[in-house]
């Protein structure tokens, strides 16, 4: 249906003649539309016709269908429809309306029209989305639009699948309708039939719109019309309307049809000469193709290439003469192999073959010197060649035609053909001649029709050239019959005689402008050209009198629609729709580019019927199906493919919405996980969520009832430098609750400038009473202290009040802790309170109430100091803290310099009252002595690790300064140096030893749900919950690479076992959802994990205790305010700041970091207590992974099934290069099964190469863990990736000859690896020679499927794998070849350079490009690689960008691992954390042997039966008459072999040897067999019958096969089968696989 004419009745109204002024009009701009109705609603009534109108109100009421021709304005009736029933969906309602059309062109087209014509929100789907994935996507879509405009296939899938319920649609509109046959599988009778099959309670209004209800060749049968019109009303559930001629003549003009006669067509001796020709070089090549058996499917493909090859140039010569023809096969060699097989309109895909090109380039050489004249090629337009054989009488006829019409104004061509080939040769023909100038001449074919010139786009540019006049004249295919919006023209000539009569019909309504034709091209020697003609216009009338007069109610026959449907999802499939999801399950399966699964079906007589055998990949978990006897080939293969999807679902290979598992979801982990170069991908990422911090509950008990003693822990705190030459305070720690055993003794380095450090120690000290008094001195003394470290400032001011608000401290203080300074009795480790410091400090003239100091019992010595704010006696200056106003400055007073004095000389070289001078500060009292002064420190970070700097040496004195009293004001009297060093020290100790109580806290919680919990240390737990963020000197991230490993190889294991249908990708999906990111993080969150992390660096400055409360008080109602500045914007930036801390410890985590918890958490159980343990922490969290032998001894029963191929393997030999003996053989033999190979019943090494995998990552990491113990996490994961890297197992693999034992059916594959071996085993010395060529992957995968093999075997003893790792992998182990993987090199690389690396990612069908971009100052480089694997391009396209980037001199200037590796200590190598009990399984004599598993397709066994005597066959040379070639005898023994041949029994078994000779003959394009009944002999009740088959096969010879006598006709013929099948399997000629 044609956008244009809804236009012209839109713009003409319903009583609008028909003009010429129909040729000009065109599409409204949209926007033109859309803002010309933006003032009113849009109403289509108001340009309704008025039996456009009738037909809506019929509608309204009953569903139907309207039948009329195009420019009949069948769309605007739906319009009208959608827009009398738009109160069932307008929103809010929920409902919907779904318009079909058949191809993507149509469905833009009718939405635009659509959308033009009435104010509902339109949605528009044609071809696969990536968008739309699932039903969350499409419960989007129908939220947001009312009318949903898609191709069939779309809604077929989305109600097949639930993604869209059928009672959700009220509306359904199915635009070319009369493709719902009740003969055909097209998506609109699979749609309906599930409608009627189903029994909806609420089904849609159903409309149809079509030009022929009638479509396909059997019209003209007679009562074919009525069952057709029938049968697509019983279908489409709806009658069938249409409008009397006279109603619509005003506004549909009908063409003239004219014939137009050429030849007739004889065969001339030039014809005749070419096509011998022809035939003779397909013959020449036929004879090149080898006649390997192995290579038969191959050889087989090729030649029916071959042959359409040959058939289409044929057909070009017949139709277009030598220039179509030289044109074609230019055109098919100018191409690449997936558009020739679209030119050739080939069902199946063909490979490429040089023996192709080569007919190809010799047929074109071949018409090409048939086209020259003195050695040149003449000219396409000259004169001269306007003639025969160079043009074809009816191509001179179709000039003719056009040349006629060529002056006449404003003239549009449409030429219909019917193959594509003849479509681009015509049109390139008429383009060059110069005399058809004024016709300007493009093609249109479909847009599947694979030409890269016709894309959409292109399409939608040629119509628009045709529509503005810039093209006249197009050569289509059938796409320009339906639908598509073409200009409406006074022209349409049939070159090649439609088909059907649709198509007659439809390509009329082309020709829709006044006194427009309609031409025929026919042959005049040809009388059934004519008659068919005649017959489409009998089927027209026949097709109208039958809408308005039923003759018959007589449907087809029709099969009723099977149906699969899962109850708990609503989810059902037809048996039309499961082939096409059997086909989507196979290419789902893993596949590479040696292994293509699909799936195989098999036909064969029963005596109920045709009976579809289904086989299936050998990595499928089905090994086969087959289907019940049904009467067709086609309704065998959708029951054998339903069935078939009824199994995978409930062995859960598809899931409950009948889709694979592959199909699922979105990758969460892309969006949870960080990339190479740490930089978070995500919004979620940057962004992070805000999490609670937990404080320690042992810090949190506060002391209460002051009227009596309170008693507290009291813990000294030892101090030991690194040098000896500092003195530090003695202070101690007290607590009301006891801190638990691992912490109380809690040990740690501090480390400080200078490379000087200080080890610190808990000593527990006992019990210390405190009254309200010396309770309170305390809590001042400590407010003091951490007043002067981090809010000194107070302290300029001449007065500072303490202890006011204790009480008001101790609400705001999260925790409940003194630091104070201690004496300590050696005898006991007790410890004393030092109340006299305290005292003494807190006496100072500062505070408020200094008289309470009055009693101190301090006695000043004599001598006094002239101090900024007075006299002072020396004994309270020294040891005490000062403030210098001139240097803004806090200083300890070490001493006083007697000696010295203001007019002693300072280090500048003059004295100090002259310095002070340059300073503009006089010095009235220049000869008091000098203070030695020590300024206040810093308060710094002492727990993370600083780096030593080569400027940075260590200093053997204390710095001092040396200030005059004068300008000193004294502050605090006894407030030391020692104190202040002490001091110093004290926010890093208390911060460790919070982190330590909260892992002691998560480990008591954890040890508490399972005991293995107990036996890991808080140390480790510690480790497991500190980021690297936190700039430690130890973080999770070594323990979270050795837990991830763990995680991967134990739910591995577990799926493995619990899921023996699952193929290796299916497993690999299952256990990404379970260990990615995503599922971690929402593990450890609803276990309240988060709150233990800790994930930013110690800031002193937010250092808060008893005395220094946190000062943002923190609520629901004000957390996202006070957090937001650093959660939302700072941290999106990539802010290093740290979050503002609150008085809920709030901090902003990652999800990645949390997941990252949970895996270090799973290695600190393996590094401290074992496999038991890790998998109870994994159990407690929600992982499970245990399992019991029964789960085993199932999988040994299972492997005993491909003990039938114990005859192909040298199972010692292979058993003695792995270094272990096999107990279940099975295990060893699947092991080294390829995909590719199916002759045992299904099954293949990948499920063991999946348990391999992971095993030997775990192995690997436990290896590389324990051997290199300083090694940096990220080198520890280079060096992994380096270890389980595919090629370095493929070496492995070559050097212990493991593909010489493959089992494998591609040449290809086979082809790779003896490429590779060869590589690999040439000398040093020449490989420099050689280009390394790819490493087949298969060889890796053998390491790990026989790794896997052996773990299985042995019950999971790990410790023999762990022996036989070392034997397999001691040359990769060495590092000798270290290579970093290019992505992470080139990411690494352009981060030290600051450099931005980029890649992206197209694709193109199953190839995928990479382009890895990198841009920055003085740089920029691109480079692409293309490869069927996304991860393998892009590996590519790095290692390309790295080598540009070092030849143009660029080098990673930090430390490689290779270096590093060198220069660390190798420890011994250890098996971490295996503690389990290996599994005792069942001994192989105890295994029930199993009746192999055969692919047998029926109860009728076919086996080549036993001879009594040799079957006569003869070879007859083609053309000759009698019996020439001698008989082929042979021996009773032949026979005997001939019964019992293994390879064909096993192929063809349970297949009637008629069907196989056969399928044999369309395999390799020969003759259908002949059957001849040669004897009969015995009386009429025991009558005996002899029949021979006659074969015409290659090299100019006939076959003849004579059976043995049978009581029946069909056993004599099959017999007779049975013997040619036998010779042809002897000479090459039969399969292995169909």
């Not at 439809?506 to 009388?527: D, I, K, T």
Request: net charge neutral.
């Amino acid at each position: 249906m044609a956008v244009t004419e809804l236009e012209v009745e839109s713009s003409q109204g319903v009583d609008c003649p028909i003009t010429e002024a129909h040729s000009v009009l065109s599409i409204v701009d949209e926007g033109q539309s859309s803002s010309s109705a933006q003032s009113t609603e849009k109403d289509p009534r108001k340009n309704a016709r008025q039996y456009q109108l009738d037909l809506c109100k019929i509608a309204v009421e009953e569903n139907i269908i309207v039948y009329l021709g195009t420019g009949c304005g069948k769309t605007h009736i739906a319009v009208l429809l959608i827009y009398a029933l738009g109160h069932l969906i307008r929103k809010p309602q929920k409902n919907i309306c779904v318009f079909l059309a058949p191809t993507v062109a149509l469905v833009q087209q009718q939405a635009k029209v659509i959308k033009e014509s009435i104010d509902f929100k339109v949605g528009t789907y044609g071809g696969r989305s990536k968008r739309l994935k699932g039903h969350l996507d499409w419960e989007k879509e129908i939220e947001q639009y009312e009318i949903l405009v898609m191709i069939p296939e779309i809604l077929l899938r989305n109600l097949s699948h639930c993604f869209i319920r059928r009672e959700l649609i009220s509306l359904l509109i199915f635009d070319e309708c009369h493709h719902a046959q009740a003969r055909s599988n097209h998506p609109y009778t699979q749609i309906m039939k599930a409608y009627n099959k189903l029994n909806i309670i609420k089904p849609p209004r159903i409309f149809g719109m079509t030009a022929s209800p009638i479509v396909g060749k059997g019209a003209s049968e007679e009562g074919s019309v009525s069952k057709c019109i029938n049968s697509l009303e019983k279908i489409l559930d709806a009658k069938v309307y249409s409008v009397e001629d006279t109603d619509l003549k005003c506004f549909v003009a009908s063409p003239e049809v004219k014939i137009y006669y050429y030849g007739p067509v004889t065969k001339n001796i030039s014809s005749s000469h070419i096509l011998k020709n022809l035939e003779e070089i397909k013959r020449q090549c036929i004879s090149m193709l080898s006649k390997n058996t192995e290579d038969h499917s191959r050889r087989r493909s090729i030649k029916k290439m071959l042959c359409r090859l040959h058939d289409n140039l044929i057909f070009c010569l017949e139709k277009i003469g030598l220039w179509g023809a030289l044109q074609a096969s230019r055109r098919f060699l100018s191409v690449d192999y997936g558009e020739r097989n679209e030119l050739l309109e080939a069902e199946e895909n063909f490979n490429g073959d040089l023996l192709c090109d080569n007919y190809l380039a010799k047929a074109a050489s071949f018409f090409s010197s048939h086209c020259m004249r003195d050695g040149v090629e003449m000219d396409i337009s000259s004169v001269d060649v306007l003639k025969e054989p160079f043009f074809s009488k009816k191509l001179l006829c179709l000039i003719r035609i056009l040349s006629n019409f060529r002056l006449q104004p404003n003239m549009k061509c449409i030429v219909f053909v019917n193959r594509i080939v003849v479509a681009q040769s015509l049109s390139y023909i008429l383009q060059n001649l110069k005399f058809l100038a004024s016709w300007k001449c493009g093609f249109l074919v479909g847009v599947h029709s694979g030409m890269k010139s016709m894309s959409r786009k292109n399409m939608k540019n040629i119509l628009e050239k045709f529509r503005s006049g810039q093209l006249n004249l197009l050569v289509a295919t059938k796409v320009g019959e339906e639908g598509l919006d073409i200009q409406t023209c006074c022209l349409v000539i049939r070159f090649d005689l439609p088909e059907t009569v649709a198509s007659f019909i439809q390509s009329r309504g082309r020709a829709r402008m006044p006194q427009s034709e309609y031409a025929f091209l026919v042959n005049s020697g040809n009388n059934k050209e004519l008659a068919l003609i005649e017959n489409f216009k009998t089927d027209e009338d026949r097709m109208n009198k039958e809408i308005f007069v039923r003759t018959s109610s007589e449907t087809f026959a029709d099969t009723e629609e099977k149906l699969y449907k899962v109850d708990s999802s609503g989810a059902s499939i037809t048996a039309g729709y499961s082939v096409s999801l059997i086909h989507h399950y196979c290419a789902m399966l893993p596949h590479d580019e040696y292994f293509d699964p699909k799936p195989e079906f098999y036909f064969f007589d029963d005596e109920d019927g045709t009976v579809c055998h289904i086989i299936f990949p050998s990595n499928s978990p089905l090994p086969q199906v087959i289907s019940t006897p049904e009467p067709s080939i086609e309704e065998a293969k959708r029951i054998a493919c339903l069935k078939a999807c009824e199994q995978l679902h409930k062995i859960g290979a598809l899931n409950d919405y009948l889709l694979p598992c592959q199909d699922i979801g979105i990758d969460e982990e892309s969006m949870l996980s960080t990339s190479d170069s740490g930089v978070c991908e995500g919004s979620i990422l940057l962004r992070g969520e805000l999490h609670e911090m937990l404080i320690p509950a042992a810090l949190r008990q506060p002391w209460t009832n002051l009227e009596n003693s309170v008693y507290l822990n009291s813990y000294f705190i030892r101090t030991i430098p690194c040098p000896e030459d500092r003195v530090y305070k003695k202070f101690g720690f007290l607590v009301k609750a006891p801190l638990p055993k691992e912490a109380e003794r809690m040990k740690l380095d501090l480390q400080l400038a200078h490379q000087r450090s200080v080890s610190i120690e808990l000593i527990p000290s006992g019990l210390v009473e405190f009254n309200k008094n010396e309770i309170l001195q305390a809590q001042n003394f400590q407010e003091m202290f951490l007043k002067i470290i981090l809010h000194r400032s107070e302290f300029v001011s001449e007065r500072v009040q303490l202890g006011d608000s204790n009480d008001s401290y101790k609400a705001c203080s999260s925790t409940f802790y003194l630091l104070l300074p201690v004496i300590l009795n050696d005898d006991n480790n007790k410890i004393t309170v030092d109340w006299k410091s305290i005292k003494r400090c807190l006496s100072s003239p500062i505070f408020r109430n200094p008289a309470e100091n009055a009693g101190s019992g301090y006695s000043p010595l004599i001598g006094e100091l002239q101090l900024a704010n007075g006299s002072r006696n020396e004994d309270e200056v020294v040891n005490s803290l000062v403030y210098a106003p001139y240097k803004n400055a806090f200083f300890f007073v070490a001493d006083i310099i007697a000696e010295k004095n203001g007019y002693s000389t300072s280090t500048s070289g003059a004295s100090h009252v002259d310095h002070f001078k340059t300073l503009r500060i006089q010095l009235s009292r220049p000869e008091q002595p000098l203070l030695k002064a020590k300024q206040l420190f810093s308060l710094r970070n002492l727990l993370h690790d600083r780096k030593k700097e080569h400027s940075e040496t260590r200093e053997s004195e204390e710095h001092f300064f040396e200030v005059p009293p004068e300008l000193c004001e004294l502050k605090i009297i006894g407030f030391s140096k020692d104190f202040g060093s002490t001091i110093s020290l004290l926010p890093s100790i208390m911060h460790r030893l919070e982190n330590l109580l909260v892992a002691i806290e998560l480990k008591h919680a954890l040890s508490t749900s399972f005991p293995e919990g107990a036996e890991v240390t808080a140390d480790r737990v510690l480790e497991a919950l500190t980021t690297a963020k936190c700039m430690e000197r130890f973080s999770l991230e070594r323990l979270e690479v050795l837990g991830d490993a763990f995680l991967k190889y134990v739910v591995g294991r577990h799926l493995f076992l619990f899921h023996d249908a699952l193929d290796e990708g299916e497993l690999t999906r299952r256990r990404s959802n379970i260990v990615n990111n995503s599922n971690l993080f929402k593990m450890a969150t609803r276990n309240n994990l988060q709150v233990y992390i800790r994930d930013q660096s110690f800031d002193p400055s937010q250092f808060y205790a008893l005395g220094h409360p946190c000062p943002v008080i923190c609520s629901k109602g004000t957390e996202n305010y006070i957090h937001s500045q650093v959660g939302s914007s700072e941290k999106a930036n990539g802010a290093k700041a740290n979050d503002v801390r609150c008085s809920k410890c709030h901090h902003w985590l990652h999800r990645k970091t949390i997941s990252d918890v949970v895996e270090a958490l799973v290695g600190a159980f393996l590094v401290d207590s074992g496999f038991k343990a890790a998998i109870s922490f994994l159990r407690w969290i929600g992982i499970t992974v245990d399992f019991d032998s029964s789960h085993v001894n199932n999988i040994y029963v299972k492997s005993s099934e491909y003990l039938s191929l114990v005859a192909d393997v040298d199972i010692p030999s292979l058993e003695k290069l792995i270094g272990y003996l096999f107990q279940h053989k099975g295990l060893l033999l699947q092991a080294f099964v390829h995909p590719s190979y199916n002759k045992h019943g299904g099954g293949c090494y990948q499920r063991l190469e999946y348990l391999g995998d992971a095993v030997l990552d775990y192995l690997i990491t436990s290896y590389l863990y324990s051997t290199y113990p300083k090694l940096k996490p990220g080198q520890l994961t280079d060096l992994r990736s380096v270890c389980v890297d595919n090629k370095s197992f493929a070496n492995v693999a070559v050097q212990r000859s493991f593909h010489k034992f493959l089992l494998c059916d591609s040449s290809n594959l086979l082809e790779a690896i003896d490429k590779y071996v060869g590589f690999i085993e040439t000398p040093s010395s020449e490989d420099h020679m050689i280009k390394e060529p790819k490493c087949p992957k298969v060889l890796g995968d053998l390491v790990e499927s026989s790794v896997g093999a052996v773990l299985l075997d042995n019950g999971f003893n790990l410790e023999r794998v762990w022996e036989i790792l070392f034997s397999f992998l001691d040359p990769v182990m060495i590092f000798s070849s270290f290579q970093l993987h290019p992505v992470r090199e080139l990411q690494e690389l352009c981060q030290s350079k600051n450099w931005q690396v980029v890649f992206r990612r197209s694709q193109d069908g199953s190839t995928f490009s990479v382009e890895a971009k990198v841009d920055g100052e003085g740089i920029k480089l691109s480079t692409c690689a293309t490869n069927i694997s996304r991860k393998e391009a892009k590996k590519v396209a790095a290692q390309q960008a790295i080598a540009e980037l070092k030849h143009r001199g660029y080098m990673h200037k930090s430390k490689t691992v290779e270096e590093v590796i060198k220069s660390s200590c190798k420890m011994e190598a250890k098996l971490i954390g295996y503690n389990e009990a290996p599994i005792n399984s069942i001994p192989p004599d105890a295994i029930e042997s199993e009746p192999s598993k055969v692919l047998e397709p029926s109860r009728s066994n076919f086996k080549l039966k036993k001879h009594k005597e040799a079957p006569l066959i003869k070879l007859l040379s083609k053309g000759l008459h009698s019996s020439v070639a001698a008989a082929i005898e042979q021996d009773n023994e032949n026979a005997e072999d001939m019964s019992s041949d293994s390879q064909i029994a096993g192929q063809w078994c349970k297949k009637t040897a008629k069907s196989v000779l056969h399928e044999v003959c369309a395999d390799n394009s020969w003759k259908a067999p002949i059957y001849e009944c040669v004897k009969e002999e015995g009386p009429s009740h025991q009558k005996l019958f002899t029949f021979k088959v006659v074969l015409e096969i290659e090299d100019s010879k006939n076959l003849e096969c004579f059976g043995e006598p049978r009581g029946r006709k069909k056993d004599a013929a099959e017999h007779a089968a049975e013997g040619a099948l036998w010779y042809l399997q002897n000479t090459g000629f039969l399969p292995t696989r169909e």
